[in-house]
């Protein structure tokens, strides 16, 4: 009994060390990531024979290595709230079996259309992981993930992330990007969505803003773990948002469409 009470002491005593450990961390990643809007702030309001626009690429740089190496090194941050960087406006979700995780942000150096930045956490036995990715384009706007859905079939699990894109005040774009944990890698570019033009990985809807604004539901992308369904908002040929929706149905190899 004595030998119990002691471990349990000694149990809590880690377990406030990490936590307390998780805390400093945060408060380095917030100290880094303000300096993003810093910046970018300066960028029209400070000297103009100051290079603003390179101040804030590498914030956004230092920002990114340094929420990669603390998410690489300490497991426990997939599993962390971050309720600091999150009130800065860092988005992050987390898949419902906890070994996923995307973080989001604005980096700030568009205008209209945003660039969003993100980095990739995996968990895969005892280790994590952490990828930084950025638009292979560089006019392309950026994904800004909000939602992880799971799907578990065949014996394998895959990730079906969920993104907004801003192009401008007037137009978005939403869909879904399909990941899974491969021989210990992340791959990003699960073409398990088939569509006339090909497999694909990724697909996505662009929209009118105005035509949907004033409703008071506003329609959205879900996945039905039932059905293995991905059910998509249909778009009208004008880009205007209509409350009707196609469902990409997983078949036993790809997510094809199928009638409603």
Not at 63 to 78: E, W
Request: charge should be positive; charged fraction near 20%.
């Amino acid at each position: 009994m004595k030998l119990l009470f002691t471990f349990l002491i000694i149990l809590g005593f880690v377990a406030g060390v990490e936590a307390q450990s998780l805390k400093l961390i945060e408060t380095d990643l917030v100290k880094s990531f303000k300096k993003i809007p810093y910046f970018n702030k300066q960028r029209y309001k400070g000297a103009k024979n100051v290079a603003w626009d390179d101040s804030l690429a590498i914030a956004n740089e230092v920002f990114a290595k340094t929420l990669q190496q603390y998410t690489t090194r300490f497991p426990a941050t997939i599993a962390y709230p971050f309720s600091m960087l999150k009130k800065e406006h860092l988005g992050i979700c987390t898949s419902s079996d906890g070994l996923f995780r995307i973080y989001s942000w604005d980096n700030q150096t568009g205008g209209t259309m945003y660039f969003f930045d993100n980095v990739y956490q995996f968990k895969t036995g005892t280790k994590t992981f952490s990828n930084i990715y950025k638009q292979k384009d560089e006019g392309d706007a950026g994904l800004d993930f909000y939602k992880i859905y799971m799907m578990k079939v065949q014996g394998k699990t895959y990730y079906i992330g969920v993104f907004l894109g801003i192009e401008s005040s007037r137009y978005h774009f939403e869909g879904v990007n399909i990941f899974a944990v491969e021989d210990g890698k992340l791959n990003d570019n699960v073409k398990l969505i088939k569509t006339k033009s090909g497999l694909r990985s990724l697909l996505s809807y662009e929209y009118d803003v105005a035509s949907s604004v004033e409703w008071k539901n506003q329609p959205e992308i879900s996945f039905d773990a039932t059905a293995n369904a991905i059910n998509f908002p249909l778009v009208a040929a004008n880009g205007k948002m209509t409350q009707k929706f196609i469902t990409y149905k997983f078949t036993g190899q790809y997510f094809e469409r199928i009638k409603n």
